[in-house]
């Protein structure tokens, strides 16, 4: 959600035309996030978010956008993308594919309590039932093969010590992909990025998910992991609250009750959420791309947080 792609009011007003939503009265860009430029813009029909796709094609893009309309339709808090007059959910600007979608209301909650973890929990349950039944297939575009496609390009920048990590850790979940406990675990669309900062809160109301472009076909539990990761840790160590893990879970599991396998593949699952965004974190801050507003953000966040779920034991997930 950086802004590699300048658009100016101008170019927006010309280009909204096609869309059902009146004249466009101002446009704002977005700071955060490294892989798309992402843009507030006030419309006569109201508030929206422009997103312009940096990385993702126009062949790529209709999973993404389907997954979010299929969602919204069956009750799941997501934006809704925007049809132009023809249809069409990705158009191009500035010769790159963008899009449409209606703004959530709220703010992140960037300090959760349980409560909010719980909200959380029970939402990414009914994401993951509901998107069972969605006909699009595409894989997690930044699972085990991104993985290995990526560890050659950082480990020339890293300590011997940190490859040494790296290394062990892809080979670990190699092994482990390779288990009949793997290959059994429910499995779907994800949102693969659930942080803090792409769920929307009213008060203590859950208003939303968002940013859902790293999106993909994988494990469920692998989905949890990443968002556990994120919204039951301390920021400063990485170390898990047990209070905020076990208000997620128990509310995931009320929703969606974790299988047999899914207990055993918990902390494997919870260390290849950490090698996931350590490694992609790598990635961005030692082969940086240009951007107006491109804030790289702390490989060593996700170490450190790696180190712990490899080491110490992890509460587990829930089974009555």
């Known amino acids: 959600m950086a802004v590699f792609t300048p658009v100016t009011l101008n170019d927006l007003s010309a ?13 704002k860009g977005i700071a955060s996030g490294i892989e798309n430029s992402n843009f507030f813009i006030t419309t006569e029909a109201g508030e929206y978010v422009l997103t312009i796709f940096e990385n993702l094609n126009f062949e790529q893009l209709p999973f993404y956008l389907k997954l979010m309309r299929h969602l919204a339709d069956h009750g799941v808090l997501v934006p809704a993308p925007v049809p132009n007059a023809d249809g069409e959910l990705v158009v191009a ?9 209606s703004k959530l209301e709220g703010s992140s909650q960037m300090m959760p309590q349980a409560s909010h973890c719980a909200e959380v929990g029970a939402m990414l349950a009914r994401m993951h039932l509901v998107g069972k039944d969605f006909p699009l297939h595409q894989d997690n575009l930044r699972s085990l093969s991104w993985w290995h496609e990526t560890t050659p390009k950082v480990l020339p920048f890293i ?5 040494h990590l790296l290394r062990a850790e892809v080979h670990f979940q190699d092994a482990f992909d390779s288990t009949s406990v793997y290959k059994a675990l429910p499995r779907g669309p994800i949102h693969a990025d ?3 900062n792409n769920v929307m809160f009213d ?7 968002f940013d859902f472009y790293f999106a993909g076909c994988d494990t469920w539990i692998f989905d ?20 905020r893990v076990k208000a997620l879970l128990d509310a995931y599991h009320s929703v969606r009750p974790f299988t047999s396998e899914e207990t055993i593949a918990w902390q494997p699952m919870l260390r290849a959420a950490a090698l996931r965004f350590w490694l992609s974190r790598l990635y961005d801050y030692y082969q940086p791309r240009d951007a107006e507003m491109l804030t790289p953000h702390d490989p060593a966040h996700f ?9 110490l034991p992890v509460p587990p997930l829930p089974t009555t």
Request: proline content about 3%.
């Open 224 to 243: 949890v992991a990443v968002t556990v990761n994120d919204w039951c840790i301390d920021l400063e160590t990485g170390a898990l609250d047990q209070t």
């Open 15 to 27: 280009w909204m035309r096609q869309f059902p939503l009146g004249d466009a009265l101002a446009i």
């Open 93 to 101: 600007l500035h010769g790159k594919p963008a899009a449409i979608v």
């Open 159 to 163: 300590s011997d010590e940190l490859q």
């Open 194 to 196: 659930l942080f803090r």
């Open 203 to 209: 008060g203590d109301r859950l208003t939303g998910f």
């Open 303 to 311: 170490e450190r947080i790696l180190r712990l779920r490899e080491s």
